[in-house]
């Protein structure tokens, strides 16, 4: 099983990114995937989710700014990030589950990716 992130790096303010986290070894259309972050010192921050159905959520810290979406054929998800902040300085984790998570609360993910390092400079 591996979760693998490609995407990040560095960006100025007011631009763009596209995050991918690429699934393997596991039945990755059936499973819900969430993109969270994490700066250094800190806890983890979950941003956006989608179900197998498609049904997204997102963070208010993150909504109208980044969009979630999933390619099954290609086992991949996507985190288009646009209109970025100093604060979006983070190590960007992909993460997914057979479950049904909230996102909100309390949940747990069945594998994690090892993260890319997103940097917005201003």
């Known amino acids: 099983v591996q979760l693998v992130e490609s995407g990040g790096g560095t960006v100025q303010t007011g631009g763009s990114l596209r995050l991918s986290c690429a699934a393997s070894?596991?039945?990755?259309?059936?499973?819900?995937d969430g993109w969270a972050r994490q700066v250094s010192g800190k806890g983890i921050e979950w941003l956006s989710g989608?179900?197998?159905?498609?049904?997204?959520w997102y963070a208010d810290s993150v909504k109208g700014r980044f969009t979630i979406s999933r390619d099954n054929a290609k086992n991949t998800v996507y985190l288009q990030m646009n209109s970025l902040k100093a604060a979006d300085t983070a190590t960007y984790f992909c993460?997914?589950?057979?479950?049904?998570?909230?996102?909100?609360?309390?949940?747990?993910?069945?594998?994690w990716g090892r993260g890319t390092q997103v940097t917005v400079s201003s």
């Open positions: 993460a997914s589950t057979q479950g049904r998570p909230s996102w909100e609360g309390r949940f747990t993910m069945d594998y």
């Open positions: 070894g596991f039945g990755f259309s059936s499973y819900a």
């Open positions: 989608i179900y197998s159905d498609g049904k997204t």
